[in-house]
């Protein structure tokens, strides 16, 4: 019951966040006419652009470290072979 109510709170803050943002702007990049886009979008793009990015980074630190554990395991086994 409890999780419901923050789930349906969350959505309505969320909701409630983006008719605030609805509203156009213009975006103007380094060369060309600007354009008008909604803020909201913008906002969910910038967002999920970092998330994006994390994410990436994140998988990229657990794929180094397994190869870089895998890499020390393959040593000591030819250690243990030499021995």
């Given at each position: 019951?409890?999780?419901s109510i923050v789930v349906f709170l969350t959505v309505l803050i969320i909701v409630l966040f983006?008719?605030?943002?609805?509203?156009?702007?213009?975006?103007?990049?380094?060369?060309?006419?600007?354009?008008?886009?909604?803020?909201?979008?913008?906002?969910?793009?910038?967002?999920?652009?970092?998330?994006?990015?994390?994410?990436?980074?994140?998988?990229?630190?657990?794929?180094?470290?397994?190869?870089?554990?895998?890499?020390?395991?393959?040593?000591?086994?030819?250690?243990?072979?030499?021995?």
């Amino acid at each position: 019951m409890i999780r419901s109510i923050v789930v349906f709170l969350t959505v309505l803050i969320i909701v409630l966040f983006a008719l605030s943002n609805a509203h156009h702007i213009k975006l103007r990049f380094i060369a060309g006419e600007p354009f008008n886009v909604r803020l909201i979008y913008l906002v969910l793009f910038s967002y999920l652009l970092g998330v994006v990015s994390a994410t990436h980074f994140f998988i990229m630190l657990k794929f180094n470290a397994r190869k870089k554990k895998a890499a020390a395991e393959e040593s000591e086994d030819d250690e243990e072979e030499a021995a």
